[in-house]
């Protein structure tokens, strides 16, 4: 099955403090990986994305992703997190097969709460 | 170049009446999405065109739903008679599937209360 997992819910970090949201994936093939941000009231926004090439994607707003093929994983980081990144992450597959091929694969999101 | 628009950004209506959302995909995309957003069930792929055909509609809810694009500049989605239950944040969502990365882009949303 052509699955994405974001096994937290909501993440919260300290301004200034490094922040993961976790992504692991199920696909067959070579995995089309993708990070979206969506901030309240707004539509979802593409962050990064990694298709091949070096494991370290750098994206948007400072964010990063670090692909890794064995343990299945994609986690979003961000070294020095800001108030104004508090918002909704999505985490997404592309499908390799089936009628769906080329779409994308959702997770269910991981809030991400920022403190000053 | 204006992204995804989509409109009515907001819309109230009662039971029983139709509602049709509008959305403009970015110019070149061929292939374009719809999704529905709510608390308890997260993003949903509702229906898919290419080339302004529809390719999978497995995730319209039912019947009330239907979904058009009369050329590929132009898609709407009508619920006819809506229902309380579909109160959601419905968005539009458009791709270059002549690339090879198959990135999305989102619309900034219709919020449809019905009461």
């Known amino acids: 099955a052509q699955s994405v997992a974001q096994p937290e819910d909501q993440v919260n970090v300290a301004e200034g403090n490094p922040l993961t949201v976790k992504c692991t994936y199920s696909?067959?093939?070579?995995?089309?990986l993708f990070w979206y941000v969506q901030y309240p009231n707004r539509g979802l926004q593409f962050l990064l994305k990694?298709?091949?090439?070096?494991?370290l994607v750098k994206g948007s707003y400072g964010f990063e992703a670090e692909f890794n093929k064995s343990q299945t994983s994609f986690h979003l980081k961000k070294p020095s997190a800001l108030v104004s990144d508090s918002a909704l992450y999505f985490c997404a597959v592309r499908a390799n097969y089936g009628g769906s091929q080329g779409n994308l694969i959702f997770g269910k999101g991981t809030k991400l709460s920022v403190k000053p | 170049d204006a992204g995804v628009i989509q409109s009515p950004r907001h819309e109230v209506t009662e039971m029983g009446q139709e509602v049709t959302l509008r959305c403009k995909p970015i110019s070149g995309h061929n292939s374009l999405f719809w999704y529905r957003q709510t608390m308890m069930r997260g993003l949903e792929l509702l229906i898919y065109?290419?080339?302004?055909?529809?390719?999978?509609d497995s995730g319209m809810p039912e019947d009330r739903f239907s979904a058009k694009m009369p050329n590929a500049s132009f898609s709407t989605l009508k619920i006819q008679p809506s229902e309380p239950r579909d109160s959601a944040v419905y968005f539009c969502?458009?791709?270059?599937?002549?690339?090879?990365?198959?990135?999305?882009?989102f619309g900034p949303g219709t919020r449809l209360t019905v009461l």
């Open positions: 990694y298709i091949t090439g070096d494991n």
């Open positions: 696909v067959s093939g070579n995995p089309y």
């Open positions: 969502a458009s791709r270059d599937s002549g690339t090879s990365t198959d990135t999305q882009y």
């Open positions: 065109f290419n080339n302004n055909v529809p390719i999978d």
